[in-house]
C-alpha cells in the first residue's frame, strides 16, 4: 500500500494518500471504526440516511473532521444516482447550498471539502498541483462505463486550466476483481465502449457472466486522459475482503439490510 497509510484519532482511523498531502491537500478516505451507528455496532456511517438515525451520521461526521482537524469546513455532498454527472463548486457560499443530483464534484477555493460515499464503488480524488483545483469522483461500475472520471478532468481543464500532467489521483478502497461479479450485459456495454475491455475482464463464465476490475478501469481512464503513471496512487484495498474496515454493499446485502457509507473527501487549506 505505498503512498497511503492509515491514521488514528481517538476510535477514528482513516486512510490517507500521503502524496496529496504533501501538496498541501487535506484528503482522507474513512473506515467503519470509532462510530456510533448500530452496523451492527460503532459504526462510522457518513450516510444512507435512510436506514440510520439521523443523528447518528451527524454525530459520525461531526467525529470524522474533527480527525481531520478540519470540523469548521464546509463538506459539499452529492445526491449520487450512479451518473457521469459534474458539479462545480464555486465558493464557500456554494458549498452550503442543498446538494444536487450529480456524482462528481469540483472546487478551486480554500477552506472547503468536497465528499462522495461509497460502499463499494470506486471513491476517486484528483489534486492539481499547478492551479490547487480539486476533485471527488464516485465511479461505480455505471460511472465508470460512462466515463465519470475522464468527464471530471475535462470539466477541471474547462473551468480552472487544469493540465493533466500536473494532476495526481488517489484511488481508495472499493470492490475487487477478484469478488465483484456483473452481468453479461454489463461486460457487453464495456466492450462496445472500450477498446482495451477485455483486459478489465476475469473469469468469465459460459453465461456471459465475469469479473469486472474496476481499478483498472479508472486507472485507464486516468492515463488515457494524460495523467502520469506516477501520479495514479492505488491502495488497492478491497471492501469486501477488508469488510472488518469497510462497509461492502455486496457483502453486507444492502439491498436487504442496513448498510453504512464511508466517505472520500479533499480540500485545502491555502
Same mark, same amino acid.
Given at each position: 500500500?505505498? *503512498? ?5 484519532? !481517538? =476510535? /477514528?482511523?482513516? #486512510?490517507?494518500?500521503?502524496? $496529496?498531502?504533501?501538496?498541501? @491537500?487535506? *484528503? ?5 471504526? !470509532? =462510530? /456510533?451507528?448500530? #452496523?451492527?455496532?460503532?459504526? $462510522?456511517?457518513?450516510?444512507? @440516511? ?17 480527525? $481531520? ?202
Amino acid at each position: 500500500m505505498t *503512498n497511503f497509510s492509515f491514521r488514528q484519532c !481517538g =476510535g /477514528i482511523r482513516i #486512510l490517507v494518500c500521503e502524496p $496529496l498531502e504533501r501538496l498541501g @491537500f487535506k *484528503n482522507a478516505f474513512s473506515t467503519r471504526l !470509532g =462510530g /456510533i451507528s448500530p #452496523l451492527p455496532a460503532d459504526a $462510522l456511517s457518513l450516510g444512507n @440516511f435512510s436506514q440510520d438515525e439521523r443523528a447518528n451520521i451527524v454525530e459520525n461526521r461531526r467525529r470524522f473532521l474533527a480527525a $481531520l482537524e478540519i470540523d469548521n469546513w464546509p463538506m459539499v455532498t452529492a445526491k449520487q444516482i450512479h451518473s457521469a454527472d459534474v458539479r462545480s463548486v464555486v465558493d464557500t457560499e456554494d458549498a452550503h447550498s442543498e446538494p444536487q443530483p450529480g456524482d462528481a464534484l469540483t472546487a478551486n477555493a480554500a477552506g472547503i471539502l468536497l465528499a462522495i460515499q461509497t460502499a463499494d464503488c470506486m471513491p476517486v480524488l484528483i489534486a492539481d498541483e499547478r492551479t490547487r483545483a480539486f476533485a471527488a469522483i464516485h465511479a461505480g461500475w455505471r460511472g465508470t462505463l460512462a466515463g465519470i472520471v475522464a468527464r471530471t478532468i475535462e470539466r477541471m481543464q474547462q473551468q480552472y486550466g487544469s493540465r493533466p500532467e500536473y494532476l495526481h489521483a488517489a484511488l481508495g478502497p472499493a470492490i475487487c476483481a477478484e469478488v465483484f461479479e456483473v452481468g453479461a450485459e454489463v461486460l457487453d456495454a464495456f466492450r462496445d465502449k472500450y477498446s482495451y475491455a477485455e483486459e478489465l475482464f476475469s473469469n468469465t463464465q459460459p453465461n456471459g457472466k465475469g469479473h469486472i476490475n474496476l481499478n483498472l478501469a479508472n486507472i485507464r481512464q486516468l492515463a488515457d486522459s494524460g495523467l502520469r503513471a506516477d501520479r495514479i496512487y492505488d491502495c488497492g484495498l478491497c471492501t469486501w475482503t477488508r469488510n472488518d474496515l469497510f462497509f461492502s454493499y455486496r457483502l453486507e446485502r444492502g439491498a436487504e439490510k442496513p448498510v453504512g457509507r464511508l466517505m472520500g473527501v479533499i480540500g485545502r487549506e491555502l
